[in-house]
C-alpha cells in the first residue's frame, strides 16, 4: 500500500498551465505504475495519463494528449502532471493513483491506491 497526496490545482483561466505534483509514502515508489485521473461533477472518473515505474514510457488519453504531461522522480517518489492551454472542460477534481504492476493500464479499478483529489477549475 502506498499514501498518495496531490497537490497544485487551483483557479486558472482558459489557456494558462498547472502543474499537479502527487507526492507518495509508504512503499517503494518504483514499484508502482502511476496514473492521472479526473472527476467532473455528474461524469464518470476518466483516465488522463499513466507512466511506468522507471519513467521510460507512458500513455494519455486523447483529449489530453498533446497538451498534458506526465512524469515522474523516483528519488522524490513524486509523480506531476504538467497542464498547459487548460480548457473550461479541464475543470474537475484531479486523483493521482498507484498500481502495483509492469503493465500501464487505462482502468480505473486496476489502480489500488487513490489520493483524495485537488480541485482545477479553468475559467473562460
Known amino acids: 500500500q502506498v499514501q498518495l497526496v496531490e497537490s497544485g490545482g487551483g483557479l486558472v483561466q482558459a489557456g494558462g498551465s498547472l502543474r499537479l505534483s502527487c507526492a507518495a509514502s509508504g512503499r517503494t515508489f518504483s514499484t508502482f505504475v502511476m496514473g492521472w485521473f479526473r472527476q467532473a461533477p455528474g461524469k464518470e472518473r476518466e483516465f488522463l495519463a499513466a507512466?511506468?515505474?522507471?519513467?521510460?514510457?507512458?500513455t494519455y488519453a486523447d483529449s489530453v494528449k498533446g497538451r498534458f504531461s506526465i512524469s515522474r522522480d523516483n528519488a522524490k517518489s513524486t509523480t506531476y502532471l504538467q497542464m498547459n492551454s487548460l480548457k473550461s472542460e479541464d475543470t474537475a477534481v484531479y486523483f493521482c493513483a498507484a498500481r502495483a504492476s509492469v503493465i500501464l493500464t487505462t482502468i480505473p479499478s486496476s489502480y489500488g491506491d487513490w489520493g483524495q483529489g485537488t480541485q482545477v477549475t479553468v475559467s473562460s
Open positions: 507512466i511506468s515505474r522507471s519513467g521510460s514510457s507512458s
